[in-house]
């Protein structure tokens, strides 16, 4: 299990866009989700790096490998911020992205293009089993559209639009979304930690 590295979700569009954006790594990536008995840790820091070291930490010492976790905040600066870290349960605890969707588009209704700015915040963590922990912060701007578009993607994917774009990350294709997000430019910024835990493992 040495050259294992868990990823801390159940979501299996963030362990693809994970592996799709790290093609190179010299290590298996497994969800969390495969490994018996496991549970999502409870989101309930204040800050989304609070949240993503509880998760990584927590998937380290269950599984014995080391792993990786990410959160990931919207913040709309029209509603001072929010959702933030919030952002996955912004209709409620038990809330689908529809729901979340559909809030925000209501107290956004009525406001115009200039007025709905917006970025999504990634932040990761790297965690060992033996409680080392290495984080990094990636941040896409862009703005909140009127109306869904898209069927890639998952989340708000539909609802943003980077800067300088007409489309939604959800109209992207793969490729294109990977190489300007959030989550992309958060583990890129990991990478230098990530190939010296995984290289000093390799033959």
């Given amino acids: ?16 866009e994970i592996r799709a954006i790290l093609p190179g790594l010299p290590a ?17 820091g ?19 490998c080391w792993a990786l976790a990410d959160d990931t905040g919207l913040e709309v600066d029209a509603l001072g911020g929010a959702p933030g870290v ?13 729901r979340n969707s559909s809030r925000l588009l209501a107290e956004l209704a009525g406001r115009p293009a200039e007025r709905r700015s917006a970025r999504f915040v990634c932040v990761v963590a790297l965690a060992s089993p033996s409680g080392e922990v290495a984080t990094a912060r990636g941040v896409l701007e862009g703005r909140i559209a009127g109306a869904p578009r898209g069927g890639n993607g998952f989340g708000y994917d539909p ?19 990977n190489a300007a997000s959030h989550r992309a430019a958060a583990l890129r910024n990991l990478l230098p930690e990530l190939l010296k835990r995984f290289q000093r493992r390799s033959p």
């Avoid at 919030?86 to 529809?98: C, F, K, L, V």
């Avoid at 609802?159 to 979304?177: D, H, I, M, N, V």
Wanted: proline fraction near 5%.
């Fill in 1 to 16: 299990m040495e050259r294992t590295l868990v990823i801390a979700t159940f979501n299996a569009h963030k362990l693809r």
């Fill in 46 to 64: 204040a800050t989304l790096l609070e949240n993503a070291v509880k998760k990584a930490a927590a998937a380290a010492r269950f599984t014995g």
């Fill in 28 to 44: 298996e990536l497994k969800a969390l989700s495969e490994f018996p008995g496991a549970v999502p840790a409870e989101e309930d």
């Fill in 159 to 177: 609802l943003f639009e980077p800067a300088g774009s007409s489309r939604t990350l959800a109209e992207l294709s793969e490729e294109e979304k």
């Fill in 86 to 98: 919030r952002s996955a349960r912004y209709a409620g605890e038990e809330a689908d992205p529809a």
